[in-house]
T-cell receptor
Framework: GAGVSQSPSNKVTEKGKDVELRCDPI?????LYWYRQSLGQGLEFLIYFQGNSAPDKSGLPSDRFSAERTGGSVSTLTIQRTQQEDSAVYLC????????????FGPGTRLTVT | SQQGEEDPQALSIQEGENATMNCSYK?????LQWYRQNSGRGLVHLIL?????REKHSGRLRVTLDTSKKSSSLLITASRAADTASYFC???????????FGTGTSLTVIP
């Protein structure tokens, strides 16, 4: 595609519900990254994928967070039993090769947990 | 943590002036990047400087890197109102697979 896309752009959910965030990277990009940005803060690295594989999940904030990538393309970030502290903008980025430098970011999903 | 820290946190200048932002980090890197973010949404890549480079230019942007001091600076010359945004530095991990962003500098350019 022309760029990285994310859906939904905004999500409001009740505490305790599960949410699924989607990222469509640029076609052909093998590396995909998820970040979280709380209001007025920097980006918190969550997880990266090389193809469909996520070798290091230590950046995920808790075991309520999980992510997968299928077909070397679309990725989903799932948050189970959402808490108010999960409210943030979730950003996805992709790059041609893992660790190759420039990342292309999507517009983000703004998650609000009420 | 290897997270970079930008300085200052906020900067306000008049259009036409130069803006300088600094970034410090903690451990060795392969490269350092600067990104711009408008309206709290997606980031746009500005420039990448490798650890063996000391200075790099791109248009009105000038980036320096001092690996001995573990610091970098971003200079925007002849600033424009459209440069108003948050600017982040990002450093890579030892493996080069993870990236750490600082908390950003909020730049306001007054027309």
């Amino acid at each position: 595609g022309a760029g990285v896309s994310q859906s939904p752009s905004n999500k409001v959910t009740e505490k305790g519900k599960d949410v699924e965030l989607r990222c469509d990277p640029i076609s052909g990009h093998t590396a995909l990254y998820w970040y979280r940005q709380s209001l007025g803060q920097g980006l918190e690295f969550l997880i990266y994928f090389q193809g469909n594989s996520a070798p290091d999940k230590s950046g995920l904030p808790s075991d309520r967070f999980s992510a997968e990538r299928t077909g070397g393309s679309v990725s989903t970030l799932t948050i189970q039993r959402t808490q108010q502290e999960d409210s943030a903008v979730y950003l996805c980025a992709s790059s041609q090769i893992l660790g190759a430098g420039e990342q292309y970011f999507g517009p983000g999903t703004r998650l609000t947990v009420t | 943590s290897q997270q970079g820290e930008e300085d200052p946190q906020a900067l306000s200048i008049q259009e036409g002036e130069n803006a300088t932002m600094n970034c410090s980090y903690k451990t060795s890197i392969n490269n350092l990047q600067w990104y711009r973010q408008n309206s709290g949404r997606g980031l746009v890549h500005l420039i990448l400087i490798r650890s063996n480079e000391r200075e790099k230019h791109s248009g009105r942007l000038r980036v320096t890197l001092d690996t001995s001091k573990k610091s970098s600076s971003l200079l925007i010359t002849a600033s424009r109102a459209a440069d108003t945004a948050s600017y982040f530095c990002a450093t890579d991990s030892n493996t080069g697979n993870q990236f750490y962003f600082g908390t950003g500098t909020s730049l306001t350019v007054i027309p």
